[in-house]
């Protein structure tokens, strides 16, 4: 229920749940406000609104501070689904504006574009907010940014319990204009609290983090896992593919059977369920229910690149199809739909189309009949569980809409038996019917794309590619991630540091740690596939920037923002893992990468910091700290450093390497030294590394602990222990 109240802080606070459907609005006249000079896709869905909006800046604080206003901010992104019902109801609404216009300074922020201030005024919410926290996020505080009021999605009425924006408006403005000290009080200790809460200047506790640590992480995933679904916990049920990451990693360690038959079961069920587009492929934000069925049908740019590694990496360990076969249509889809002409890759699609949600991507009977001929629209409409009445409830009227959403609830091979068929010969039919569907969907009303380009989320997909270039040996995604990398270099640095964003022909906004360890993370997957030393270099040039512009040199970790970038009201380190996995894990695993790339201490050094500067918050409960887990695994070894010595181009060479992709072998680093002085810059210890018998050769060494060179490929995989994999 909405709450309006005064707690311990004190603090006046709305808990409103996004479970209500599109309201009729009075919309307002249309007219423009100071958005439509922005690049953010986000706020230029605004610029039309008739509340006078502000871009975050100096501008709409200078103004507030002038007028006596405190500041409304409203943070989302333009494929949040309930940002834009609320705009429909509220922003878009005269009356509200009207209110909204003579109360306050409002304020718009693109969470993608500006995740420093998101992080920070999510926090508050956390904070403050008994229920769960997310977007729309609305924040009222003072001019000098202290917050004092935090809510979810407001309707513009109030009704169930649920305070209105017409209410609501109303309320703040007089507790600000007639008990000001009070507001300014609250402010104050939430801000002071919000300060403590993101406190790094005293390591309060620190626990060695062990193989114990690792047992726990899975064990508590092992307690959430659902048995029957895959997955973990119960409904709305998101991927999490950085967990799955971590129990392959922790199957190869321990030969644990259940951890890898958890990853199993989840890739599995979600492939077959309506989160998974059968028709256009990729994978949708996240399921509603329990079962993978209906999905939030929004598509975002991260999710297809964590799922596609989660797949990949299935695949490598169990040498099944199924886990390549998705990961290739998860691609197929992001080369089709998301990919600019320049390189660079999009950051999602939206939930809605024409207005409504799911309306692109659901079916009904007669539709499916009018597209595909008698016995394919019979076989489709068996095989995807299609229904007269519609294969799921609307989640407002809890009836059946008449609409359906494809999925499996057997695979291929299972169905095959049931219609006496090979299994060769029922996916052939299957793609020969998806093609038509997809051709006439194609003739719908598309949802919006957010066009803009973000370095971090472009580094992800750079590192999903890149491995599956490498455990396909598909050299066409290894392109796909040269040409993004390009793109990055070309358009998004400047003054050899990282930039954020980048929208028709403008880059700009500062990076924050994720765009730093992500593009590295991508770069060093590139190198492996293509082992030009020159992405090795850039990855260390920009390692070093990382380290001089994020580093808590009292108390390890990095900061999310620059030390020289914008002053807010705290800067913050992130390590929980959300949707996306803490840069400060991501940043650790490269630095122990590096570390053995380079034999430079120095990194393995920051590495073992960042995990002491967390430690006693992990601890506890690492099921939040998969990605951290994955990087403890390396660190804890077994890991390997090897080198091949030989023509990258040559028979045996080309043996050796592919010897070790077709293999699941997560803690290691792989050197090619072919050119043998442009390696021996990078790493100098590789100088005494020759050809035995003119035969490419490979060095391995374990746990810092090297093996005697060989020729042979078998002989090489002996020297790598615990890769528990099967034989091409």
């Known amino acids: 229920m909405t709450k309006l109240l005064i707690i311990t802080l004190p603090i006046f606070l709305i808990l409103i749940y996004p479970t209500l459907c599109y309201s009729a609005g009075n919309n307002g006249e249309s007219m423009s406000n100071r958005l439509k000079d922005e690049k953010s896709p986000y706020l230029l869905q605004h610029a039309d609104n008739p509340v006078d909006w502000f871009p975050w800046g100096?501008?709409?604080?200078?103004?507030?501070?002038?007028?006596?206003?405190?500041?409304?901010?409203?943070?989302?992104?333009?494929?949040?689904?309930?940002?834009?019902?609320?705009?429909?109801?509220?922003?878009?609404?005269?009356?509200?504006?009207?209110?909204?216009?003579?109360?306050?300074?409002?304020?718009?922020?693109?969470?993608?574009?500006?995740?420093d201030i998101d992080n920070v005024y999510m926090t508050v919410c956390h904070l403050l907010n008994e229920g769960s926290c997310g977007w729309p996020l609305n924040i009222i505080m003072t001019p000098d940014k202290k917050p004092f009021f935090s809510a979810t999605y407001i309707p513009k009425e109030s009704r169930f319990g649920r305070l209105g924006m017409m209410e609501l408006v109303p309320k703040i403005d007089d507790v600000w204009k007639n008990d000001r000290k009070k507001v300014l009080n609250s402010a104050q200790n939430i801000t002071l609290a919000l300060q403590k809460a993101s406190d790094s200047s005293e390591i309060i506790e620190t626990t060695n983090l062990n193989e114990k640590t690792l047992t726990l992480a899975y064990n508590q995933l092992l307690s959430r896992f659902?048995?029957?679904?895959?997955?973990?916990?119960?409904?709305?049920?998101?991927?999490?593919?950085?967990?799955?990451?971590?129990?392959?990693?922790?199957?190869?360690?321990?030969?644990?059977?259940?951890?890898?038959?958890?990853?199993?079961?989840?890739?599995?069920?979600?492939?077959?369920?309506?989160?998974?587009?059968?028709?256009?492929?990729?994978?949708h934000r996240y399921s509603t229910d329990?079962?993978?069925?209906?999905?939030?049908?929004?598509?975002?740019?991260?999710?297809?690149?964590?799922?596609?590694?989660?797949?990949?990496?299935?695949?490598?360990?169990?040498?099944?199809?199924?886990?390549?076969?998705?990961?290739?249509?998860?691609?197929?889809?992001?080369?089709?739909?998301?990919?600019?002409?320049?390189?660079g890759f999009f950051s999602a699609e939206d939930a809605d189309s024409e207005g409504e949600e799911g309306k692109f991507y659901v079916w009904t009977i007669s539709e499916v009949k009018k597209v595909l001929d008698t016995e394919e629209a019979d076989l489709v409409i068996k095989v995807y569980n299609l229904t007269d009445e519609g294969n799921f409830h609307d989640e407002a009227s809890g009836k059946k809409t008449g609409e359906n959403i494809f999925n499996l609830k057997e695979s291929i091979s299972e169905l095959a038996v049931k219609f006496e068929m090979k299994p060769s010969v029922l996916a052939q039919k299957l793609e020969s019917a998806r093609e038509k569907l997809f051709e006439h969907r194609e003739k719908r009303g598309h949802p919006y794309k957010d066009d803009k380009i973000l370095t971090d989320w472009n580094g992800l997909m750079i590192a999903a590619l890149s491995k599956a270039a490498v455990a396909f040996d598909n050299p066409r995604y290894g392109k796909a991630a040269s040409r993004a990398i390009e793109f990055v270099n070309k358009k998004l640095v400047s003054n050899k540091r990282l930039l954020h964003r980048y929208r028709e022909g403008d880059a700009g906004l500062t990076s924050s740690v994720d765009d730093y360890a992500?593009?590295?993370w991508g770069l060093l997957e590139y190198y492996e596939f293509s082992y030009d030393v020159n992405y090795l270099k850039q990855a260390i040039q920009l390692n070093e920037i990382l380290i001089?512009?994020?580093?808590?040199?009292?108390?390890?970790?990095?900061?999310?923002?620059?030390?020289?970038?914008?002053?807010?009201i705290t800067r913050q380190k992130e390590i929980y893992d959300g949707a996306?996995?803490?840069?400060?894990?991501?940043?650790?695993?490269?630095?122990?990468?590096?570390?053995?790339?380079?034999?430079?201490?120095?990194?393995?050094?920051?590495a073992n910091k960042i995990a002491e500067a967390f430690s006693g918050s992990i601890s506890g409960g690492p099921i939040s700290f998969s990605m951290h887990m994955n990087a403890l695994d390396f660190a804890l070894g077994p890991s390997y450093e090897i080198v091949v010595v030989g023509d990258k181009n040559s028979d045996e060479t080309q043996k050796l390497l592919q010897n070790l992709n077709s293999r699941f072998i997560p803690n290691k680093v792989v050197l090619l030294k072919n050119n043998e002085s442009e390696l021996e810059g990078v790493a100098p210890y590789t100088k005494g590394q020759k050809k035995i018998n003119e035969k490419a050769t490979v060095y391995v060494c374990q746990n810092y602990v090297c093996k005697l060179p060989t020729n042979d490929p078998d002989r090489m995989l002996s020297l790598l222990k615990n890769t528990s994999n099967k034989s091409n």
């Open 58 to 115: 100096e501008e709409a604080f200078e103004k507030a501070k002038e007028e006596g206003k405190p500041i409304f901010l409203s943070i989302g992104y333009s494929t949040c689904h309930w940002c834009h019902v609320m705009e429909y109801e509220s922003f878009e609404d005269k009356e509200v504006a009207k209110l909204m216009n003579e109360a306050f300074i409002s304020v718009k922020v693109d969470r993608e574009e500006r995740p």
């Open 226 to 283: 659902d048995k029957d679904n895959g997955g973990f916990g119960s409904a709305p049920k998101f991927p999490s593919p950085h967990q799955l990451l971590f129990l392959l990693r922790y199957h190869v360690r321990s030969g644990n059977q259940v951890a890898l038959d958890m990853v199993e079961k989840t890739l599995m069920a979600m492939g077959k369920g309506g989160i998974y587009d059968h028709v256009g492929f990729g994978f």
């Open 290 to 343: 329990a079962g993978w069925l209906v999905p939030h049908f929004e598509k975002m740019l991260y999710d297809q690149a964590l799922i596609a590694m989660a797949y990949t990496e299935a695949f490598q360990l169990t040498r099944k199809n199924y886990y390549k076969e998705k990961s290739e249509k998860i691609f197929e889809y992001l080369l089709r739909d998301m990919t600019s002409s320049e390189g």
């Open 518 to 520: 992500f593009f590295i």
């Open 548 to 568: 001089k512009y994020f580093w808590d040199e009292n108390n390890g970790g990095f900061y999310f923002t620059p030390n020289d970038g914008e002053k807010l």
């Open 580 to 606: 996306i996995p803490s840069g400060n894990s991501v940043a650790m695993l490269n630095m122990l990468r590096l570390g053995r790339i380079t034999a430079n201490t120095d990194f393995e050094e920051k």
